[in-house]
Each structure stands twice: as C-alpha cells, then as structure tokens.
C-alpha cells in the first residue's frame, strides 16, 4: 500500500522560511507524481496553492513555491506571516497504479 | 467561476446507504480535461480521497473503499453523486466534492464540504 509522508508538525517564527516535505513509504517522489499542495484552516475547505510540483495557484502569494528536494517534494514558504498557520496537503497522482490519487497525512504549521 | 455545492442527508442510520450529490455552476461537467471527485475528512484527521469520474462515465475508485462506493454523473443536471453502502460510524466526516484537472493533475475547485453523521 502506498503511503504519503509529511511531517506531522512544523511551527516557524513569523518571518521565517519553512519547508514542508512530501515523501514515499517506498521509493522518491518526481515530478511524474505531479505533487500538489493545499492548505487548510479549520472549518474550511481545502485550498490549491501548488500543482505540478511548483506552479502556484492563481492568487496565490509568491512566497509559497514547490520543489523537489531529493527523493520527496517540497512546499517553501519564505517570510511566514500569521494567516500561514493551518494545515497543509499534499497530493500524489500515481496514475494507473491502485489508487489514482493519494493525499499525504497533513502538516500542522504553526507560526509563532 | 466555478462552483461546487454538496447536498444530501446530514445523518445516515449504520448500514443504510450514504447519498451526496454535488451540484457544478459556472462551468459544464461535460466540457472535458476534468474528472470530478469525492473527498471525506473524518473529524479532526486528514483528507482521503475516495474517488472520481469523467463526464463519458469512467469511474476510479480508492481501493480501500471501493467495494461500498458508487459515483455517478447527470451531465443533465451538470451534477454527480456519491454512493456509499453499508455505512458505520467510522464514515462519520466530512465530505468534499472538487474538480480533478487532467491538466496538471490537481485539485482546482472544492465545495465548501458537507457533514455526515452516521448514528442510530
């Protein structure tokens, strides 16, 4: 079964860059997954920020921006402001596998 | 704009049938490059995707729930439907319809989320 790791929890210091990594139980994350990544605050619905691995949304603010960093992909957020804390998702499309679409387990960012 | 809005019964009796429908605005599900899908946040826990389909009827199903869902479209009505049999509890969530763009491979637009309590 195929599992999508992120980090449970990250906190940054409003102002700071963050990282968000998106991994695999088994083998690396390419841009042939074509991650995405979509935040959430509570009682909302998710939003898209990231597709493709780092083309970012329409309205979405420069200073989140997706990448593959080694074997996972990745979701940068340079110059946290406060409104960044909530929950953030990433997306695997694996295609003709088992299941098509896979989400990650979420990160909880904190900014404080 | 596109618009997503999910409805149906906020609370389902344990082994009754799960019934949602989502109603698409601004945009026609018959246009093409979009697969739309079903996605259920249990409370307080992350997203699972439980499956989408194409305007033409091509269905793709998690597989861990794929014995007890049915998704279906009207291009009619310009909706699609979730099914889900035998409920319990553990289908106690909160259910999200969005739109699937081929293109890119994302999540586009989402429905705002609807409630589903399963309990006697």
């Known amino acids: 079964q195929t599992v999508v790791t992120q980090e449970p929890s990250f906190s940054v210091s409003p102002g700071g860059t963050v990282t968000l990594t998106c991994g695999l139980s088994?083998?690396?994350?390419?841009?042939?997954?074509?991650p995405s990544w979509y935040q959430q605050t509570p009682g909302q619905a998710p939003r898209t920020l990231i597709y493709?691995?780092?083309t970012r949304s329409s309205g979405v603010p420069d200073r989140f921006s997706g990448s593959i960093l080694g074997n996972k992909a990745a979701l940068t957020i340079t110059g946290a402001q406060a409104d960044d804390e909530s929950d953030y998702y990433c997306v695997l499309y694996m295609g003709s596998g088992i299941s098509h679409v896979v989400f990650g387990g979420g990160t909880k960012l904190t900014v404080l | 704009q596109v618009q997503l809005q999910e409805s149906g019964p906020g609370l389902v009796k344990p082994s009754q049938t799960l019934s949602l429908t989502c109603t698409v605005s601004?945009?026609?599900?018959?246009?093409?490059?979009?697969?739309w899908s079903w996605i259920r946040q249990h409370p307080g826990k992350g997203l699972e995707w439980i499956g989408y389909?194409?305007?033409?009827?091509?269905?793709y199903y998690n597989p861990s729930l794929k014995s007890r869902v049915t998704i279906s479209v009207d291009t009619s009505k310009n909706q699609f439907s979730l099914k889900l049999s035998s409920v319990t509890a553990a289908d106690t969530a909160v259910y999200y319809c969005?739109?699937?763009?081929?293109?890119?491979?994302?999540?586009?637009?989402w429905g705002q989320g609807t409630l589903v309590t399963v309990s006697s």
């Open positions: 088994s083998g690396s994350v390419s841009t042939s997954y074509y």
């Open positions: 493709s691995t780092n």
């Open positions: 389909i194409y305007y033409s009827g091509s269905t």
């Open positions: 969005a739109r699937w763009g081929i293109f890119g491979s994302h999540f586009d637009y």
């Open positions: 601004g945009g026609s599900i018959s246009s093409g490059g979009y697969y």
